[in-house]
């Protein structure tokens, strides 16, 4: 992705937040920075989606107040040949509102949803053995 350079004048007070994250993060400054301001972006564009930490570390999108991420949502919506009536009664716990957040993220960030679909459909017992050996069970 193409970058600018920008100058700006941030609040003290928001400068060290930024710090405090990066140094929990064990990340550079300018990248915390670009990655709450793009996640600030998303946010923005989807109500109700926020961003927390997936398996892998990474920072990926969830329906606020569910627990919920995205990928699953849609994963799902695909499965049972995006009935939306279907979806509601799979998941049942979680409002109507909330469900179109998520669909509203994949029509917006399709591509991300995509991929990490894929990801979560490429695990094989093998890689989860590789990845996780305490989950392959007594060595003895």
């Not at 995006?82 to 009664?89: A, I, T, V």
Request: net charge neutral; charged share 30%.
């Amino acid at each position: 992705m193409k970058t600018v350079q920008k100058s700006m004048r941030i609040p003290e007070q928001t400068v060290e937040g930024i710090q405090d994250i990066a140094r929990q993060w064990g990340k550079e400054f300018s990248s915390v920075a670009k990655e709450l301001l793009e996640e600030g972006i998303r946010m923005h564009r989807c109500p109700g989606i926020v961003f927390s930490e997936g398996t892998g570390g990474r920072r990926r999108a969830r329906i606020a107040g569910a627990g919920i991420e995205v990928w699953e949502v849609v994963a799902l919506y695909q499965s049972i040949e995006k009935d939306f009536k279907r979806l509601q009664q799979a998941l049942h716990w979680i409002s109507e509102p909330q469900i179109r957040s998520a669909l509203a993220y994949y029509r917006a960030y399709g591509e991300e949803i995509d991929q990490l679909i894929t990801k979560n459909e490429n695990w094989t017992k093998e890689n989860i053995d590789r990845s996780f050996p305490f989950l392959a069970g007594n060595t003895q």
